[in-house]
């Protein structure tokens, strides 16, 4: 006879999954789960528990929703709207720094009129005490007076030292030939090579490998120095510094040198642990871009923007500060997971607090950290805190990096649409140059330094003018005082006319007495 049993189930609530936060069970779960899927963390393992709790699948679409208008719509939207604020922003600071460089540049050219003015008078003064030995080119101008150039005293440094001809000529011969699209291709050629043999390292490998590496890096080391020696030949040292790609391949070459000489460390390394410089000659791979003027330009834009987020990353620096020691001071107790063991999360001290709080900025597994937090604390509170930390930081600071490099590549755009020159605009460019010194003394100032700036620019405008009517009345004056030496030599000709008239008429006389 077979036994019977007699079996019981009982089901017992045990709150729903997550520390129960997995839940729409209330308006502030609700808000928190769906804030959830728009950050994109956690949204498929929430979607497939409602799933084997509904047991269907149509709340898929629900999940995949919110994902879509939530994440791929919403964010963007914040992105766009960033973008258009930032760039009124740099407009507005183009403008201010444009206008007061305008300023400086009209103030600049006043400063000159004055000092060539100033040189003009002296000159004009100094001219009868002169020795004609200071001109050259003399010539007569047809009214007995004389014209000249001063002779110009040309001082000599004590580097212009004169090169032999032999040497100038191959300096030239070794820059043509450095400037070769040959010379490039070998090189370019020998730097993939050089790749392929370090990427073919590896751990435990074959002696005949280490070997063949060994002799490969000798061999690299010394074609690049010769590629540097002559381009220092060739070129010469400032157009050889003055290209940042020739002082990287000078600074690889010299470390090469420099793990050659040093003996080897306890681990066989050569150089002393400087093995590893080798791998920067994987960046050489980056001279192609010279070649490739897309990528060029691309990459000019990445370093151009490293530029314009440096206030954006002081301030990233300081919202990580303030909320971690935030945070420590309210979870500083070690964050439990569900086994009871301590999680790598926490808030303890002040360095790991800077690492999660980076954690939670990059938007990875910020929602597992507030659960733990949520379990630690038995309170939906601190989930306002790390929904606030989501929006100003991952979602308003980050998005400004995308901003500002999209402001850079709309620059970019800018300038290659600005290189078409319209030919009909030519002459409004003139003309906006000609009365750009008139448009200045319109604008109003935007701050005290634009008003000094406006102040120093009338003064130095009435200095001008004084200095012109100083000139005109010396300039009168030497032609009043020429015009009195003129008409006294035209009276003392007179006289000298009648005495000799005079004179003429008594020989007359005698003449014809004696007859």
């Avoid at 994109?40 to 799933?51: A, K, N, P, S």
């Avoid at 306890?266 to 994987?282: D, K, N, P, Q, V």
């Avoid at 050489?284 to 530029?307: A, H």
């Avoid at 009195?484 to 003449?511: I, R, T």
């Amino acid at each position: 006879m077979a036994e019977e049993w007699d079996l019981k189930t009982t089901c017992e609530y045990q709150g729903n999954p997550t520390s129960d936060t997995y839940s729409f069970d209330n308006i502030m779960l609700s808000i928190m789960n769906i804030f959830e899927m728009i950050t994109l963390e956690g949204w498929t393992d929430m979607m497939y528990i409602v799933r084997d709790a509904e047991g269907t699948l149509v709340y898929d679409i629900f999940f995949i929703m919110c994902v879509i208008v939530g994440n791929f719509i919403i964010l963007n939207l914040m992105v766009a709207v960033q973008s258009a604020y930032l760039d009124k922003a740099f407009d507005e600071e183009d403008a201010r720094k444009q206008e007061i460089a305008d300023k400086i540049e009209a103030k600049k050219k006043l400063k000159a009129e004055i000092e060539e003015a100033q040189e003009y008078d002296d000159e004009t003064e100094s001219e009868e005490e002169m020795d004609p030995d200071e001109y050259e080119d003399e010539s007569d101008d047809g009214k007995g007076g004389r014209r000249g150039t001063r002779k110009k005293q040309v001082k000599k440094g004590i580097c212009d030292i004169k090169k032999p001809e032999w040497l100038v000529k191959s300096s030239c011969k070794v820059e043509d030939f450095c400037e070769t699209p040959i010379f490039e291709r070998t090189i370019i050629g020998l730097i993939l090579l050089n790749t392929l043999s370090l990427a073919s390292e590896h751990y435990e490998e074959d002696s005949a490998v280490t070997n063949t590496n060994v002799v490969a890096n000798l061999f690299f080391t010394v074609i690049f120095a010769v590629e540097m020696v002559l381009k220092l030949f060739g070129f010469g040292c400032k157009k050889y510094v003055d290209d940042n790609f020739n002082n990287f391949d000078a600074f690889i070459v010299v470390m090469s040198y420099v793990e050659l000489v040093v003996p080897a460390d306890e681990s066989g390394e050569g150089g002393g642990g400087l093995g590893m410089l080798r791998a920067f000659r994987l960046l050489r791979i980056f001279k192609i871009i010279k070649s490739w003027e897309s990528l060029k330009v691309l990459l000019t834009t990445v370093f151009d923007s490293l530029q314009a987020i440096t206030n954006l990353g002081v301030l990233i620096l300081l919202f990580l500060f303030i909320f971690a020691l935030l945070c420590k001071q309210f979870f500083s107790e070690p964050l439990l997971d569900d086994g009871g063991e301590e999680s790598r999360y926490s808030f303890g001290d002040t360095y790991t607090a800077l690492v999660t709080m980076f954690i939670i900025l990059t938007g990875e597994n910020w929602n597992e950290v507030m659960i733990l937090v949520i379990s630690n604390e038995k309170s939906f509170t601190p989930a306002y805190l790390f929904i606030f930390m989501m929006l100003l930081g991952n979602f308003m600071l980050l998005n400004l990096f995308l901003a500002i490099l999209l402001k850079s590549i709309s620059d970019i755009g800018d300038d290659d649409d600005d290189g078409e020159i319209d030919p009909a605009n030519n002459e409004d460019e003139e003309a906006d140059a000609q009365n750009a010194l008139g448009g200045l003394n319109e604008s109003a100032p935007l701050n005290s330094s634009n008003s000094n700036i406006e102040e120093e620019f009338d003064q130095i405008k009435n200095q001008l003018m004084a200095l012109s009517n100083n000139m005109n009345a010396q300039l009168d004056g030497k032609m009043n005082q020429e015009d009195d030496v003129g008409s006294q030599a035209s009276g003392d000709k007179k006289e000298n006319e009648l005495v000799e008239s005079q004179f003429n008429n008594q020989q007359q006389a005698l003449d014809d007495d004696d007859d």
